[in-house]
């Protein structure tokens, strides 16, 4: 089946420094979506990203889907250690399983 | 939004015992749920795929006659670790899905840390 990979593994930011995760596949995705995952908690649903070359906002949070949908990014502009957890984009989705990245564990120092 | 609860949010048992967690979907009808597990540090891996009234689908190397999956209603599915060992210490979350394929989030429960001695 498909998979995707998600780089970096962990990311240290200064508070108030950007953060971008990536994720990559080697084949044409039909959608992505992307998680968050505090410490101790369960996925939370972030967004799902569809057509190529989307680029979606909530508030800091850009989320892009590349324009061969293969690849996808999640960027936070100045972060805050409320943004601290493990973000994971996923394949699939609806009645489908989801596939999920391994994960960029994002870390915040006040 | 939709509301997944999980039930119980933590248990220790000894080894050898089994183990039962409910997955519940509160507020809406779940026509497929998903069964996953979490080490620590790492991602969620599927187990299997749940729907009501039918036998569930397994991922390679899930052993079906250990980890028991009953879907009785389209609001309920419940996963019995049998016979639990260390191993088998993890986290386990329930996902629940209303909607048509890729169309749709799954709604996440709150997970299950089971914690083998």
């Known amino acids: 089946g498909q998979q995707v990979m998600q780089i970096p ?4 930011v200064q508070e108030g420094e950007d953060f971008t995760t990536y994720c990559n596949s080697s084949t044409t995705l039909s959608n992505i979506q992307w998680y968050k995952q505090r410490p101790g908690g369960h996925p939370v649903f972030l967004i799902q990203l569809v057509k190529s070359g989307e680029v979606k906002k909530q508030k800091r949070l850009t989320f892009q889907f590349g324009e ?3 690849n996808s990014s999640l960027h936070i502009t100045a972060t805050q250690t409320t943004d601290v957890g493990t973000y994971f984009c996923a394949l699939g989705g609806g009645n489908t399983p989801l596939v999920f990245g391994k994960g960029t564990r994002l870390s915040v120092i006040a | 939004g939709a509301v997944v609860s999980q039930h119980p949010s933590w248990v220790i048992c000894k080894s050898g015992t089994s183990v039962k967690i409910e997955c519940r979907s509160l507020d809406f009808q779940a026509t497929t749920m998903f069964w996953y597990r979490q080490f620590p540090k790492q991602s969620l891996m599927l187990m299997a795929t749940s729907n009501e009234g039918s036998k569930a689908t397994y991922e390679q ?14 609001t309920l599915s419940t996963l019995t670790v049998t016979s639990a060992h260390p191993e088998d210490s993890s986290f386990y979350i329930c996902s629940a899905s209303a909607g048509l394929a890729n169309q749709e989030t799954q709604y996440f429960g709150p997970g299950t840390r089971l914690l083998v001695l």
């Open chain 1, 68 to 70: 061969a949908k293969k």
């Open chain 1, 9 to 12: 593994q962990y990311q240290h």
């Open chain 2, 61 to 74: 190397g899930v052993e079906k006659d250990k980890f028991l999956i009953n879907h009785a209603s389209l």
